[in-house]
């Protein structure tokens, strides 16, 4: 994959290189300012995953965000970034992003993202997850009016603390099989087709 990244601090681009470099995964644009990564989008320069900070100097990064999904929809995201308030994180889900790290974790969880992402699966950190999880813990008893079965809310609830297949199947002891039959039906009822969607609809409707 060809991996973009927009921060203005030069030591955290130097170190995403640094840890790209042991992967197959390619550096195709490290830049600081929004302008200097639109200019190289709009120039053709190759990209299938743009990490992006969002505290920058003179910018917003929920609107660059924003300006990615509408001009460059097939570029995966993933925020890297410290700014992990409940605001930050509910704007940013609303737009699909596809992961989110936080800055204050430890640098394995950026490729771990990465690759997560790049295989289709949403990533969140462990620090972020723990965030969705209480924001989902403190919210979702405000709508009573939802056709989703317990069962199909904790599905929701282990997706949101960042847990595969797998783990929600230990998590819940149920089978592989029984948690992707769980989420077939989680996203024939809601009329979505990806968890960044199912993600998006649990904050929408006050279940995170």
Do not use: W
């Amino acid at each position: 994959m060809n991996i973009a990244i927009l921060d203005d601090h030069e030591l955290i681009r130097i170190g995403i290189a640094g840890v790209l470099a042991k992967t197959n995964h390619t550096l195709s644009i490290s830049v600081a300012t929004p302008e200097d990564l639109f200019d190289k989008l709009q120039a053709g320069e190759p990209c299938d995953i743009l990490l992006l900070d969002i505290l920058l100097p003179g910018a917003n990064g929920i609107e660059i965000a924003e300006r990615m999904r509408a001009e460059y929809p097939n570029i995966k995201i993933v925020v890297l970034s410290v700014d992990t308030r409940e605001y930050t994180l509910v704007k940013l889900l609303q737009l699909g992003i596809d992961g989110f790290v936080s800055k204050r974790g430890p640098m394995e969880e950026v490729t771990r993202a990465i690759d997560s992402v790049a295989e289709g699966v949403p990533f969140y950190g462990r620090d972020i997850a723990v965030l969705i999880r209480d924001i989902t813990d403190a919210r979702l008893n405000k709508n009573n009016s939802l056709v989703l079965t317990k069962r199909e809310l904790e599905i929701i609830k282990a997706c949101c603390d960042g847990l595969q297949g797998k783990e929600v199947a230990e998590r819940l002891h149920i089978s592989l099989r029984a948690v992707n039959s769980h989420k077939t039906n989680i996203f024939n009822k809601l009329g979505i087709s990806s968890s960044v969607e199912m993600v998006r609809f649990a904050i929408e409707h006050g279940i995170i």
